[in-house]
């Protein structure tokens, strides 16, 4: 007997008695895995030369199973006898796993997707502004859509129990004072929710920008769907959420572009030419690796009854090369002082008056 007189056997199998019921669901069980098989073998041979969608079928390939197959099992269990004992309760649970299994799916295809994005756009270059613009959307947007899926799934599983339904047509006589409580308890989720796709789609801050909050320097490590991780530069940990970076004021150091310019301040004598530091901070900045050739500035910018304040400033092309331009400038120009003009370093000036000479015949009277 061949194999598909088996299935003509088992499919004529009755469906009011377990027995019968047992051995469709074996048969289609088997059919379904086959076809999940040939399927996935398929997909993964016409993939074999992108790898970003054969990264997406590989993360789409336990849930595409899972649902694949409890859905060729509710086909079994939908037509099986109403009078068989425990059939609701295995129809029941056969929904929960599909609806489950669905979102799981649907989750894992958004990842892909994000992820295959990302790939796409690497960060280890230059430019890389339109990179992290593109970046932050896809991880704000993807986690917004992931979480709605998962309320809409979980919803739709509680949706199908019956005792479910009947406490939800219960709230509904009641719909505005619930709606109100539940408004107020969750305006703190909701709230980041909507500052996250504020964030995502008017992007005040992206992926590895340079920010200073509340005094701290460091860079955007993650933006999770409630809060922002910036990594600050003693490998600190600053955890920010959401809705405090779209109502309070911050620093963005790389917003438009990642160049910057930097200052260094020194206090020196009012006597103390100025030009040959202005040569100095020149021949500085042109040995200097991480000078961009953009700006290189000497000026005397203030002055007290002690000395006066010069500002060196110059230019790089992200805030970590200008931190340690400036480090160099800075310790260059207090050497070539301390090496050339030692004397007009600042220093604190007294005066002390003269005492008045005693006239010698008073001195001789006394």
């Given at each position: 007997?061949?194999?598909?007189d088996?299935?003509?056997l088992a499919?004529?199998?009755?469906?009011d008695n377990?027995?019968?019921?047992?051995?469709?669901?074996?048969?289609v069980?088997?059919?379904?895995?086959g076809i999940?098989?040939?399927?996935?073998t398929?997909?993964?041979?016409l993939?074999?030369?992108?790898?970003?969608?054969?990264?997406?079928?590989q993360?789409i390939?336990r849930?595409?199973?899972?649902?694949?197959?409890?859905?060729?099992?509710q086909?079994?269990?939908?037509?099986?006898?109403?009078?068989?004992?425990?059939?609701?309760?295995?129809?029941r649970?056969?929904v929960?796993?599909?609806?489950?299994?669905?979102?799981?799916?649907?989750?894992?295809?958004?990842?892909?997707?994000?992820e295959?994005?990302?790939?796409?756009?690497p960060?280890?270059i230059?430019?890389?502004?339109s990179?992290?613009a593109?970046?932050?959307?896809?991880?704000v947007?993807?986690?917004?859509?992931?979480?709605?899926i998962?309320i809409?799934?979980?919803?739709?599983m509680l949706?199908?129990l019956?005792?479910v339904?009947?406490?939800g047509t219960?709230?509904?006589a009641?719909?505005?004072v619930?709606?109100?409580?539940?408004?107020?308890?969750?305006?703190?989720?909701?709230?980041?929710?909507?500052?996250?796709?504020?964030i995502?789609?008017?992007?005040?801050?992206r992926?590895?920008d340079?920010v200073?909050i509340?005094?701290?320097?460091?860079?955007?490590?993650?933006i999770?769907?409630?809060?922002?991780t910036?990594r600050i530069?003693?490998?600190r940990r600053l955890i920010v959420p959401?809705?405090?970076l779209?109502?309070n004021?911050?620093?963005n150091?790389?917003?438009s572009?990642?160049?910057?310019?930097?200052?260094?301040?020194?206090w020196?004598?009012?006597?103390?030419?100025?030009?040959?530091?202005r040569r100095?901070?020149?021949?500085?900045?042109?040995?200097?690796?991480e000078?961009?050739?953009?700006?290189?500035?000497?000026?005397?910018?203030?002055?007290n009854e002690?000395?006066?304040?010069?500002?060196?400033?110059?230019?790089s092309?992200?805030s970590?090369?200008?931190?340690d331009?400036?480090c160099?400038?800075?310790?260059?120009?207090?050497?070539?002082?301390s090496?050339?003009?030692?004397?007009?370093?600042?220093?604190?000036?007294?005066?002390i008056?003269?005492?008045?000479?005693?006239p010698e015949?008073?001195?001789?009277f006394a």
């Open positions: 007997m061949k194999f598909l088996y299935v003509n499919t004529e199998a009755p469906l377990w027995l019968g019921v047992a051995a469709l669901t074996l048969i069980l088997l059919v379904g895995l999940h098989r040939a399927g996935s398929l997909l993964r041979r993939v074999r030369h992108r790898p970003l969608l054969g990264a997406l079928v993360s390939d849930p595409a199973q899972v649902a694949l197959t409890v859905l060729v099992l086909l079994v269990w939908q037509n099986a006898s109403d009078d068989l004992a425990g059939i609701t309760t295995l129809r649970v056969s929960l796993v599909l609806v489950g299994a669905l979102t799981w799916l649907a989750t894992r295809v958004t990842g892909a997707f994000a295959a994005v990302i790939r796409l756009n960060l280890d230059d430019d890389n502004l990179a992290r593109l970046h932050t959307q896809t991880r947007l993807a986690r917004s859509i992931t979480a709605v998962l809409i799934g979980i919803g739709a949706m199908t019956p005792n339904r009947q406490i219960s709230l509904l009641s719909a505005g619930a709606g109100l409580v539940a408004g107020i308890a969750a305006r703190p989720v909701l709230g980041n929710l909507i500052a996250g796709l504020q995502a789609l008017s992007q005040p801050i992926l590895d340079v200073v509340q005094g701290e320097w460091g860079r955007v490590e993650d999770a769907g409630s809060y922002v910036v530069w003693d490998e959401l809705q405090w779209i109502e004021p911050f620093q150091w790389t917003r572009n990642s160049q910057l310019i930097g200052s260094v301040f020194l020196l004598d009012y006597r103390i030419p100025l030009e040959p530091l100095e901070l020149q021949r500085l900045c042109e040995q200097a690796s000078w961009d050739k953009r700006v290189q500035v000497l000026q005397v910018t203030d002055s002690r000395a006066m304040q010069l500002r060196a400033l110059v230019s092309v992200n970590s090369l200008n931190w331009l400036r160099k400038v800075r310790e260059g120009l207090i050497a070539y002082v090496r050339h003009y030692p004397e007009y370093l600042p220093r604190l000036r007294t005066e008056p003269q005492l008045e000479r005693v015949a008073s001195a001789e």
